[in-house]
Structures are given as C-alpha cells and as structure tokens.
C-alpha cells in the first residue's frame, strides 16, 4: 500500500540520528549511510535528508552543487541567452528506500521534496537544472518527473536532467512546488 506523502517526515541528517537500522538492496547506497554521510554534511560535501514514517528511517537522499554543459541539454531546454558554457544546478546525489518500504511511493516522494528544495533554493542563488545519474533501468521513473538524458558519457550510470524552470513557466506557477501523483510535495 503507498503511503501519503502527509505520512513522512523528513529530517537532515546529524550526528544523533540512529542510520543503523536502514537497509537497501545496494550496499553503494548503505555504505554512502552508514559509513560518509555524515562526514559528507560535516565537509559541506552534500547534504543528506531521512525520511521517516511513523518513526522508522523509511528512505534517504542526498543533494550536491552541480552544474551541466550547455550541450548536454536540449536545444527547447535551458535559456538561449544564457552565454555560459555550464548551467548552474543541484544533483540528487543519493537516493534509497529502505527494502521494507520499496514501492509503497517512498522515491517519488523524496524525489518530488528534492525538487521543492531546489525551487526554494533557487530564489537565493541561480540554479534552474536538477541533475541525477540514473542507475541502469531506473530511467522511467525519473522521467516521470521530467527528467531526460542528457548528451553526457558516463560509466555504469544514465545521466539525466530536468529543467524544472521550464515546467513551472510552462504551467504558469514560477513558485509552486512539484506535485507527485499523491498531491504538492510541501517543504
């Protein structure tokens, strides 16, 4: 059963949280928890969020500074006028459902938080592309955001974007925050 975004509560990381408990079918994903998140948050290196439902550490993501190359977005993405060879952007650098809580609508609820994060975050600093490297497979349900692949190499992952800019323009709200399939993503 999905569980209602107004069900979670999301909380920064910090040294009292209790990570032990989490677990996900990729040990990357654990260990990034586990063992560097919080060094990550201490170093200024990313910032990770923990999602909680009725008190269990249900899911976690993590976002960075980032940029993309002009080229490696479409032509209908972006700002002609911008003359600079990267945009600004913020990476969702790690996300992970716990294996307990996988498809009951945990990713998309953190994906969907990260995005209102970065709206938020965009009024203070310019940034108007959120990135993600995709695992292989896990491309559609980015794209259910809007995400597309970018014109990027990579090794074992899918790089993808979104012009989140574009969106909000495009359905006249510049301030509003993404909407999941469950209702507004909040803050």
Same mark, same amino acid.
């Given at each position: ?60 993501? +993590? ?7 002009? !080229? ?5 993405? $972006?700002? *002609? %006028?911008? =003359? ?69 190499? +990579? ?7 979104? !012009? ?5 323009? $495009?359905? *006249? %709200?510049? =301030? ?12």
């Amino acid at each position: 059963m999905k569980i209602p975004l107004n069900e979670l509560r999301f909380d920064f990381l910090s040294e009292g949280s209790d990570l032990h408990s989490f677990r996900c079918s990729d040990s990357d994903l654990n260990e990034f928890l586990h063992d560097d998140a919080l060094y990550y948050l201490q170093e200024r290196l990313a910032s990770t969020r923990l999602a909680y439902h009725q008190g269990a550490l249900v899911g976690y993501f +993590a976002l960075v500074n980032d940029s993309i190359f002009a !080229d490696a977005i479409t032509s209908e993405d $972006g700002d *002609g %006028r911008f =003359e600079a060879r990267r945009y600004p952007a913020i990476k969702i650098a790690k996300l992970a459902t716990h294996d307990e809580y996988t498809g009951r609508g945990i990713g998309t609820h953190m994906v969907a938080k990260a995005i209102s994060i970065v709206v938020k975050l965009s009024r203070y600093t310019g940034c108007r592309i959120i990135t993600v490297d995709s695992k292989p497979g896990r491309e559609s349900f980015y794209g259910q955001f809007g995400f597309k692949k970018a014109q990027a190499k +990579a090794r074992n992952t899918i790089p993808m974007y979104f !012009d989140y800019h574009k969106y909000l323009a $495009g359905i *006249g %709200r510049p =301030e509003q925050p993404i909407s999941t399939p469950d209702g507004p993503s909040g803050t």
